[in-house]
Structures are given as structure tokens and as C-alpha cells.
């Protein structure tokens, strides 16, 4: 069986909740769907649970229902954990810019991620001492076949 480690960023998760209004949404639904599957092991901290939430109670319209059947379905199948003091510390010594990239980065580089998936140009292209991988979801879902 295939066993990939991945780690989503919040906007892979946003993607997702917010459904086709998000240019993502294919690609983070079907990357979810390959993880429920049992193809992928994806990793997202509580922190991005958080955020999704927030950003999901200002959008007019969206329900507190809704958000949460979509968290107890990914807490069925997905590692949820949180970003720890020894993550911080190496955001601290080794910051690339934005402080929660650099957070979420140091907790998928803890974790031995093989890759990070985020539509977030700028967190792709940082520069970073790291052999994972940095895939938008629409890049990742592309190239599942070569990493079989």
C-alpha cells in the first residue's frame, strides 16, 4: 500500500470547508479522499483546525453544523497534532519570514514529512534546508502517480 506523508497547510483545510468558491477545492478534496482512502498519510495541526474555524465563522452564511461534520470525518482518518515549544524554538533560530509557515514547516520537517501542501506561492518558494517537498494541492494531486 502506498504510504506517502504529507503535510497539509491551512489552506489545503480551507480549500476543502469553503468547497468550490476556493480554486484548490478539487485537488485538497481529492488529496483527502486518497488520505481517507488509506493512500496517504496526511498530518495538520490543531492550530490549522483553529484557523479554518475562524475564517469559516466570518463567511456569511456558513454554519457551525457543517464545519463541524467536516472536522469529526477528517479527525476519522487524519494525525492531528500540534505544534510544539521545540518546533518554536527552531522557528526562532532558523526564521524564513512569515512566523506561521515557519511553524507549520518545523512541525512537518518534526514529524518527517515527505512533503508540505499549500496554495500559498510564497511558503512553496522559501527557502528552506529541507528534503521535503513543497507541492501546491493541483501540483501534488499531478504527480501522485509518480510517487506510487
Sequence with gaps: MF????????????????????QAYVASTSILQAAKQGLLE?????????????VC??????????FNNAIKELLSFANIDY???????????????????DAQFQHADFLGCDALITSDKAFRSSKRETEMLFFSPEE?????SELR
Design 140 to 144: 501534488f494531486l499531478a504527480r501522485m
Design 57 to 66: 465563522s466570518r463567511i456569511p452564511g456558513y454554519d457551525d453544523e457543517s
Design 3 to 22: 504510504k506517502y506523508r504529507v503535510f497539509l497547510d491551512t489552506n489545503v483545510l480551507l480549500d476543502t470547508l469553503l468547497g468550490n468558491t476556493r
Design 83 to 101: 505544534i510544539n515549544v521545540f518546533d518554536l524554538y527552531r522557528v526562532l533560530e532558523a526564521r524564513t519570514g512569515d512566523f506561521e509557515d
Design 42 to 54: 496526511v498530518f495538520i495541526t490543531t492550530q490549522s483546525i483553529i484557523d479554518a474555524s475562524y
